[in-house]
């Protein structure tokens, strides 16, 4: 991965996130977060 790509991906993540927090209160990363939580636990019962 170059600068450029790192830096604009960094730049959506950041955004995205801002947005989130700004228009819809943390609803969104929340959800995501303990979705990803619960896959983790999926995902350490098969190994």
């Not at 790509?5 to 228009?23: E, K």
């Not at 819809?24 to 995501?32: I, Q």
Request: charged share 15%.
């Amino acid at each position: 991965m170059n600068t450029p790509i790192a830096i604009t991906l960094g730049v959506f993540i950041i955004g995205g996130l801002c947005l989130d927090a700004f228009y819809y209160d943390w609803d969104y990363t929340l959800f995501l977060l303990k979705k990803f939580a619960e896959f983790l636990e999926w995902i350490a019962f098969w190994r």
